[in-house]
């Protein structure tokens, strides 16, 4: 019979997980351009006439210059990369976005589009000294269709604040991830962020259903339309979605919002073995059909750590695998059917071994914590080498039992991650970053990907770190499509350079 455990909620506190990636002067990383030995492009060199113009456009205070206001911007969350940038500057409206980038484009100014910066790939920081373009205050929400779900907002909105308001209108927003909290509708369009409840609301490419942008000559691009059908030419706003602020920056998003479930269940279980959990998935689909929202697994190194590192207590004793499987309905009586009948029949197949299973948000709310406090495990106590990576189901696990062999001294491996979307989450933890390391980690693991048929980045997008390492995932003619885009729509190359195209296609 399975346990309905009482969350000692006292004992799991919400540790705010973005406390770790706070500037401190007692550990600096080293700069990107050194620590990957990478050559600066030939870029106009920022002058005291620049930041006059920019004063001139936007107020003084939202032009930044001084060493340690700028310095956090130049940092990425997990203290990976660090970029040179001298100036950060904090529009307010598209027109000022415009101006800036036409200004820019002219002097061959280079310019890094930064959100939350919470990005995973080095992508939000600069890597010389390209200006930081940050998109913080350009935060307002523009309308919301409560029939349609169609909500319209500015780039720099905080993902967790439009899911706040939204809800307040009986919706939801289509995702959700850990790092919802700073994480911006810009940035998560950029990135085509998937996270927690992909498997249920689908990706962006679906539900952003319009958006603005601003080329890098300056030009406003006018996509935003609210419409769910639309077949008028080229569906340039894809272009946007998923570039990384190569192509253009994004000012507006309209997007469409799910209905707020009425009833919402959350369970938590603990899994013999890797084929277990995927036997559970299979039974998760076929008896939860269109309630199932989530189907999340991490195995038992990812939950000791995360335990370990923000002193959190486990809801059910320690298993080699957990699952975390949430249920989204509008019946609650249905749901609960469904839900005891998949219960019943994972216990009898000894599929489930021990779990808890709540409706109560703070249990809730609980549990999901410790899922999306995973990403900041490991953290504090060395350097982590983070992988995102899609595989097909059959071989999900089995990089990690690969990635342990290999590296069984001194690294630590953990794989967790968004089953139902193939898409496993590898952390390769060490003491300290070396170069050593980092050559035995790669290419062989973005090779062992390729070999399966798999994608080397599955929803953090390549960034920074992996432009050298595209070519797994993508051919040569696709590149070299994606090397025209490039040219057609930033001739001068200012938007985000160094990140996402490599400089040859092999
Ligand atoms: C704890 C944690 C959990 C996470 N979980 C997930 C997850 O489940 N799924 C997932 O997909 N990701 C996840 N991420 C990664 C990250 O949060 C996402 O990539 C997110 O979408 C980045 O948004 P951001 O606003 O922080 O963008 P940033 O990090 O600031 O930028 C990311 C990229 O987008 C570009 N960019 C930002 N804003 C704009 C703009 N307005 N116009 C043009 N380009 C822009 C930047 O140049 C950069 O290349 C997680 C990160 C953390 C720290």
């Known amino acids: ?151 319209v907002c500015e780039a720099g909105c905080v993902l967790e604040n439009l899911d706040n308001y939204v809800r307040d209108h009986n919706l939801i927003m289509p995702l959700d991830l850990g790092a919802k909290g700073s994480c911006q509708i810009g940035g998560n369009v950029s990135t085509n962020a998937g996270g927690l409840r992909l498997l249920r609301y689908g990706n962006l490419h679906g539900s952003v259903l319009g958006l603005e942008a601003v080329k890098a000559d300056g030009t406003v691009v006018n996509c935003l339309r609210t419409l769910k059908k639309d077949n008028t030419g080229y569906h340039l706003k894809h272009l946007f979605i998923g570039s990384e602020g190569t192509l253009g920056v994004v000012t507006k998003v309209a997007i469409h919002c799910p209905v707020l479930p009425k009833s919402v269940s959350l369970g938590y279980f603990g899994v013999e073995s890797f084929e277990n959990v995927l036997k559970l998935y299979q039974n998760a689909k076929s008896s939860l059909g269109e309630i199932l929202s989530a189907f999340e697994m991490a195995d ?19 298993y080699p695998f957990y699952v975390l499987l949430e249920t989204h309905g509008s019946n609650e009586a249905h749901d609960n059917e469904k839900l005891s009948r998949f219960l019943t029949q994972g216990m009898e197949r000894g599929l489930i071994l021990d779990g808890t299973v709540t409706s109560e948000l703070t249990k809730m709310k609980n549990i999901w914590h410790i899922r999306e406090s995973i990403a900041g495990a490991g953290l504090a106590g060395g350097y982590v080498f983070k992988y995102d990576v899609s595989l097909p189901l059959s071989r999900y696990y089995a990089l990690v039992h690969t990635l342990r062999e290999r590296f069984s001294h001194p690294a630590r491996v953990y794989g967790y991650g968004h089953v139902g979307d193939g898409n496993i989450h590898i952390n390769v933890i060490v003491p300290e970053y070396s170069k050593e390391i980092t050559a035995k980690l790669e290419p062989f693991i973005f090779e062992e990907v390729a070999k399966v048929g798999g994608s080397i980045s599955a929803e953090h997008g390549i960034g920074f770190r992996k432009p050298q390492f595209i070519h797994y995932s993508k051919d040569k003619t696709a590149l070299n499509l994606m090397k025209d885009l490039k040219k057609s729509m930033d001739p001068n190359g200012i938007l985000n350079p160094y990140k996402v195209l490599p400089d040859v296609v092999t």
């Not at 203290?79 to 061959?108: A, D, F, M």
């Not at 589009?113 to 373009?133: C, K, R, Y």
Request: charged residues 20%; glycine residues 6%; negative net charge.
């Open 300 to 318: 038992n190194d990812s939950i000791s750590a995360t335990l370990d590192s923000f002193k959190l207590a486990n809801p059910i004793a320690e």
């Open 1 to 151: 019979m399975i346990k309905l455990i009482t969350i000692l909620t006292s004992n799991v506190k919400r540790i705010n997980v973005f406390s770790q990636a706070k500037y401190s002067t007692t550990f600096l990383p080293q700069f990107s351009s050194e620590k990957y030995d990478v050559k600066r492009k030939k870029f106009g060199v920022l002058n005291s006439t620049d930041v006059d113009y920019f004063k001139s456009v936007l107020s003084e205070d939202r032009v930044l210059t001084e060493e340690s206001d700028v310095l956090p911007f130049n940092i990425d969350w997990i203290k990976n990369c660090r970029g040179q940038s001298q100036l950060v500057l904090k529009p307010k409206t598209t027109e000022e976005v415009s101006q800036i980038l036409s200004y820019c484009n002219e002097k061959h100014l280079a310019i890094c589009p930064q959100g939350g910066n919470t990005g995973l790939v080095g992508g939000s920081v600069p890597v010389f000294d390209e200006i930081v373009l940050n998109f913080g205050l350009m935060n307002n929400i523009i309308s919301l269709d409560d029939i349609s779900g169609a909500l």
